[in-house]
């Protein structure tokens, strides 16, 4: 469990003043210790994206909280811990966001909506996606972008072996096309990160085109089946 610190002296923190209309000064409200553990969090996050885990220093998350190093160790112990539970809920809400999308009964439109889910992760929670696809000194104990990669495969893989079977193919074969599917999307959207071109729609239309058609089959204009068009 991360600790959190309590409210009161252990905060570390300096008392905080702010102007009044007339000119004197009020003291500031100190955060509760669950306010600090949020804002340390934020700031670590922006800080991770901007310049990786080894260019963030404890020293510097502290500064822009206003407050003394003493107090990120006792919330997470050290950069590590910080750093760790950032990986971890980024993980959760990407994980949360494909598995949820998954709501259509054609297999294209759930090709489609698992590939717009991680666009639109990357599109809203853009610094999480970079920190996640970065690789760290903890990545081992806190997760990496693959082993979030299998998590999500192993979703569609159990969509894709009823699919395989109602066809008629080897069921046993769908772990294998899970993982180039999602595959292909990640990377693809890792490209996408800083590219931001062709639009949203335009990458998914490509993306399922390839996923279902083949190389073979491929449509010279590719459409969107499902309700979402933008």
Not at 62 to 85: M, N, Q, R, T
Not at 167 to 180: E, H, I, N, S
Request: glycine share 10%; net charge positive.
């Amino acid at each position: 469990m991360d600790r959190v610190a309590s409210d009161g002296k252990n905060d570390g923190e300096k008392s905080k003043k702010t102007a009044t209309p007339g000119g004197r000064r009020s003291r500031r409200v100190r955060m509760t210790g669950k306010e600090r553990r949020e804002q340390l969090l934020t700031i670590g996050r922006t800080l991770f994206a901007e310049k990786g885990f080894e260019g963030t220093s404890v020293e510097e998350i502290a500064a822009k909280a206003g407050v003394s190093k003493p107090v990120v160790y006792e919330h997470f112990g050290g950069k590590e811990g910080l750093y760790a539970v950032v990986v971890d809920r980024e993980m959760r809400t990407l994980l949360d966001m494909v598995t949820g999308a998954l709501t259509a009964g054609h297999p294209r439109e759930l090709c489609e909506q698992a590939a717009f889910a991680l666009l639109d992760y990357i599109d809203h929670c853009t610094d999480g996606f970079r920190i996640l696809v970065r690789d760290s000194p903890v990545a081992q104990s806190t997760g990496s972008f693959a082993s979030l990669i299998n998590d999500i495969a192993t979703q569609v893989e159990d969509i894709l072996g009823l699919e395989f079977k109602s066809r008629g193919f080897d069921p046993k074969l769908a772990p294998l096309y899970a993982q180039a599917l999602v595959g292909m999307v990640a990377l693809t959207g890792q490209w996408w990160l800083d590219a931001r071109k062709p639009k949203k729609p335009e990458v998914v239309a490509h993306l399922v085109n390839l996923a279902w058609h083949g190389l073979d089959g491929l449509e010279q204009k590719p459409r969107l089946i499902g309700h979402r068009k933008n």
